[in-house]
């Protein structure tokens, strides 16, 4: 038994629709197919719910939208729409009736409920337009089965509950083909909870875990894991073999093309995680497994854009020992905020973070009345793994460094978006 999944960019027309199509339709195991949401289709909801949560007028617009993308895709891909038509007006009516209600307090809730949506019309599309070509396939609502607890935007799965329940779900008796959500999970109270942005690869490797799976592919818009983006870089190249602890140190550093807490669970069973193009889905690929053999590689560049760089200075000049610390972090994960990279001096404290613009300026008034707040926006964190001394010269030669840290394999330093 194996585990496809496939990303947003697989999805996102007729077209990529119908190469999943030829990918599984080859397939002669028993399979589970894990989708994400079409294209950008989850920043779009994401529209919907600051629209619905600040009751902006531009709700039914962002609805529309919403709509309108998966309709096109649904007139392109069937010649005779049969059942979706049905299927769509149920789910674009579901959506309707939750955004028709006073929302709650709380923006994380509202977020999982709305934002969810996504998958759930991805994965009804595919698995009935499967079923029209005659690749039968049985469509399963992962909430039902995968549950965490209410920690919503960053559901924490209740591991043992969730491996009993899709084990029972995913017996493969009367089908080879089970096509699923990633991303989205549900509580023992049946709310929708979502696993973090860009979860699907979490949710597809917490799916091999469970069911014991021989290997996980993750179907991608590049050839493999590569050493850098080719979108900012020349000569790039595909890194063929990697180790469990290579992927973590990337996905660690901001590389997009792993999601940080897929490679546990394939870890503890030594399941090994392929990453193939969907556009030539015979070429090799890369695949990250539980290599102990050193492994020449080449070095490896990562960007994570929208940093913003904080600097802390206690009001009362006091040292920024342990529980200095201490309180910073309750502030920061009270605000759900992780950092990207973190330096200290005798009185000061500085930190690179995601930025949130619903909750940034919120974070800052609190941290304030602790201390003294400085800090750059527009920045990125760049990291490069195996560097050399002429990587780092030609590099810093070139711009402006607000902080750098460097050990024996890593370089990792702050700098304003170019």
């Known amino acids: 038994m194996k585990i496809y999944k496939f990303g947003g960019a697989s999805v996102n027309s007729a ?29 779009m909801l994401e529209a919907v719910v600051d629209s619905y949560f600040n009751r902006k007028p531009d709700l039914t617009d ?14 392109n891909l069937y010649k005779d729409k049969g059942n979706i038509s049905g299927l769509l007006d149920n789910i674009f009516g579901q959506l309707d ?6 929302p709650s307090l709380s923006y994380d809730f509202e977020y999982d409920r709305i934002v969810c949506f996504g998958e759930i019309l991805s994965t009804s599309i595919v698995s009935d337009y499967l079923n029209s070509s005659g ?24 591991y043992d509950l969730s491996k009993e329940l899709v084990k029972s779900a995913m017996t493969f008796a ?10 989205i999970a549900g509580t023992i109270t049946n709310q929708t909870t979502t696993l ?12 091999a875990s469970m069911l014991n799976a021989e290997s996980v592919t993750i179907w991608k818009d590049v050839p493999g894991v590569m050493n850098a983006d080719p979108k900012l870089y020349d000569d790039v190249q595909i890194i063929s073999r990697l180790s469990y602890k290579e992927a973590i140190e990337l996905s660690y550093c901001g590389a997009t093309i792993i999601h940080p807490k897929t490679i546990k669970p394939l870890k503890i069973k030594k399941i090994p995680l392929y990453v193939k193009s969907f556009i030539n889905p015979d070429e ?55 950092a990207s990279l973190i330096q200290t001096s005798a009185i000061s404290f500085s930190l690179c973070i995601d930025y949130n613009q ?46 750098e840290q460097r050990s024996r394999l890593t370089v990792r330093f702050v700098v304003p978006t170019n």
Do not use: C
Request: proline content about 2%; charged content about 25%; cysteine-free.
């Open 15 to 43: 077209e990529g629709v119908n190469r999943l199509a030829r990918i599984v339709g080859n397939n002669t195991d028993n399979l589970v197919v894990v989708i994400s949401a079409m294209g950008k289709t989850t920043n």
């Open 62 to 75: 962002n609805i529309r939208k919403v709509k309108d993308f998966h309709l096109d895709i649904v007139k």
């Open 97 to 102: 009736k939750t955004v028709s209600q006073k």
């Open 135 to 158: 690749i039968k396939n049985t469509f399963v609502d992962i909430r039902n089965y995968i549950k965490s607890d209410d920690n919503y935007r960053e559901g924490i799965v209740e």
């Open 174 to 183: 009367d089908t080879k083909m089970y096509i699923t959500q990633g991303f």
């Open 196 to 207: 973090g942005r860009e979860g699907s690869d979490y949710s597809a490797a917490l799916l």
């Open 284 to 338: 090799d690929g890369s695949v990250i497994n539980d290599y102990t053999e050193r492994v020449k590689m080449p070095p490896i560049y990562i960007h994570k854009k929208n940093q913003v760089l904080l600097t802390l200075t206690p009001r009362d000049f006091s040292f920024v020992a342990e529980e200095r610390l201490s309180s910073i972090f309750l502030i920061l994960a009270a605000y759900k905020v992780k």
């Open 358 to 403: 619903a909750t940034f300026n919120a974070m800052v008034k609190e941290l304030q009345l602790s201390y003294e707040v400085l800090y750059n926006t527009d920045v990125e964190l760049i990291t490069i793994r195996h560097y050399t001394k002429e990587i780092l010269d030609r590099v810093f030669a070139e711009k402006i460094v607000f902080v």
